[in-house]
């Protein structure tokens, strides 16, 4: 498959700008599900797990043999890891609106 060039495009300036919000993450104190397919080229695994770890309560998988498109290469097992998390984090899901 082929990124569009607007994507590209937008991408290669954030870069370019030094877009980073890495030192941010911190203030995201609810749990967190970090799903990343070790295939992906255009977000990375690695830069995945790197936020992953500037997060204060993240579980992380990386699923061996997909890219980016991996919720529809891997669908039963996404779903599978999604439900058990939130069986995990019911808090999650909970409202207090």
């Not at 030192?23 to 609810?30: R, S």
């Amino acid at each position: 498959m082929q990124t569009s060039a607007a994507a590209s495009r937008a991408l290669n300036r954030a870069i370019r700008n030094g877009y980073n919000r890495l030192v941010h993450l911190d203030q995201i104190t609810c749990p967190v599900l970090m799903l990343a397919g070790a295939e992906d080229r255009h977000i990375t695994a690695a830069a995945s797990l790197e936020t992953a770890k500037a997060l204060a309560n993240c579980q992380t998988h990386c699923y061996e043999g997909v890219a980016h498109l991996f919720p529809w290469e891997i669908p039963n097992q996404v779903l599978q890891d999604i439900d058990a998390w939130i069986a995990q984090h019911p808090e999650v899901i909970t409202s207090d609106r």
